[in-house]
């Protein structure tokens, strides 16, 4: 079988100031025509690194070396109209971070059909009957109510979901995914991951597959490249490799995955937070006046207490408004309904009010990349809330403060003085993590924390949360499709769908015996190893053979 893409000795440095930062050390790798290679490490390895250089997507002060052939041309030293006419058509690439790979000025359906139509010449009317057949294909609910919301307005999740569609619109010959699923819940996760296997059948495609979760290396993979420290450590067979795996990283990567149990709870806690029939409605407007015509009930009448040094874990699937939710508790959205915070009543505070209250309340938020300013370092981003809350430190205490929030949370702390472009997806979310734990707060919304992490650091974090929820008596909100991290770090569960409240309770009783159908189903998806079976329609139903195409 001939080889579609080879990479052969590639090395990719960084140039900073006066030093070259080595990412990348001569890795060498070929997929075939409907096989599917994993690339498998932790955050820093090099395997992003490597993805964005196949499609020559990195920076100006990185400096490649090595070939990249795709059906036998190399691609490191092709014209720029020859690759165009290759990016999003022969070769196309899911982000890990979709807020930020999205246009936020342009709709979804604007960004989707611009895929169909620039390489498929579809008109108008096609072209958007095609966008709604493939958000419709990757699960977006009610698809066609949201092709004219703007990214900010979905989730997490359906952000991703609207990234996939446009990847797989020009049925690619090879596919790259980096972290493709991250931020999904677990049923729209086997959901994708059974159309991607589905599409590799019909069509032939192959896939370099980035990701930190083995689980899904296990059923998707073929071939499997283990990557640390920018060089390939082992490869082979997935079954060989997981069955015998030689290199100690594999093996340590295959012991690592969070678990343990939450802190005991004492029931007799003081409340430190509470809702009482929350909502949060968004208007549906249309026509020339901007008319309402119905609402997203986005949160519905949802009441909660969470008690002091407890974690409530919040779960559901993606738009059923776990995170709207948390925000609404924080006064970042407006809301009705009753919200008390250590025993203040928060609908009845104005801004000036809130602004002091506000370090006792702290949120990570899902994207890390979209919630650092690429403008300030790391320093100044996790000592940003110490001026606001704290101005009486000195510099060097501040200073101080900075650098143990960073070794708490896995980084050195001569990384205060770097800047957020220059970090891995993992990377960032400590540093997320570190802003909100810095000024010790007494309530913390943690909104998907580990989704952007590797397997072993996603354990890590959550020792770190139990430790310090554990010295510093911190309450958690914790909102998360990944059950396995909620099953280690939460004492009551409540389960979400469509901005209900479907189960509420203790989390070990949840687990043990969940009482809706919709808990047992989320539960299935998410601790088992089962995928959910392939459509067997065709998905996409155009003949890829009479496509219209770029230039090649």
Known sequence: MSTLLEVEDLQIGFHMDTT????????????????????????????????????????????????????????????????????GNDISMVFQEPMSSL?????????????????????????????????????????????????????GGQRQRVMIAMALANEPDLLIADEPTTSLDVTVQAQILGLLQDMQRRLGMAMLFITH???????????????????????????????????????????????????????????????????????IKRGVLRRTVGHIKAVDDVSLEVREGQTLGIVGESGSGKTTLGRAMLRL???????????????KHGWNEMRPIRKDMQIVFQDPFGSLS??????????????????????DERERKVSRALIEVGLEAAMMHRYPHEFSGGQRQRVAIARALVLEPRLVVLDEPT????????????????????????????????????RALANELIVMKDGKVIEAGPAADIFANPASAYTRQLM???????????????????????AQRGPQ
């Open 103 to 155: 246009n936020p000025l342009h709709t979804v359906e604007q960004q989707v059909s611009e895929i169909i139509t620039t390489h498929r010449g579809l008109r108008r009317a096609a072209a958007r009957a095609e966008t709604l057949r493939l958000l419709d294909m990757v699960g977006l609910p009610n698809a066609e109510t949201r092709l004219d919301d703007y990214p900010h307005q979905l989730s």
């Open 333 to 347: 959205l407006p809301s009705e309904g009753r919200i008390v915070f250590m025993g203040s009543e928060l609908s």
């Open 374 to 395: 690429p403008r300030m370092t790391i320093g100044e981003i996790i000592a940003e809330g110490i001026n606001v809350h704290m101005p009486a430190l000195s510099e």
């Open 20 to 87: 070259t930062i080595h990412a990348v050390r001569g890795i060498s790798f070929s997929i075939e025509p409907g096989k599917t290679l994993a690339l498998v490490g932790e955050s820093g390895s090099g395997k992003s690194v490597t993805a964005n250089s196949i499609l020559r997507l990195l920076p100006e002060s990185a400096e490649v070396q090595g070939t990249i052939r795709y059906k036998g041309r190399d691609l490191l030293t092709m014209g720029d109209r020859e690759l165009r006419g290759i990016r």
């Open 451 to 486: 989704s952007a992490l590797d397997m072993s650091v996603q354990a890590q974090v959550v020792d770190l949360l139990r430790m310090l929820q554990t010295r510093h008596r911190l309450t958690y909100l914790f909102i998360s499709h990944d059950l396995r991290v909620i």
């Open 524 to 546: 299935r998806a998410a601790l088992t190893d089962v995928l959910v079976p392939p459509p067997d329609n065709d998905v996409l139903g155009f003949d890829k053979s009479t």
């Open 213 to 283: 979760d083995l689980g899904i290396v296990r059923h998707l993979a073929d071939t499997v490249c283990v990557m640390t420290q920018g060089e390939i450590v082992e490869r082979g067979d997935v079954a060989d490799v997981f069955g015998n795996p030689q290199h100690s990283y594999t093996r340590h990567l295959l012991a690592a995955e969070p678990s343990g149990a939450p802190p005991l709870a004492d029931p007799d806690a003081p409340v430190i937070a509470s809702t009482e029939n929350l909502r949060v409605w968004f208007p």
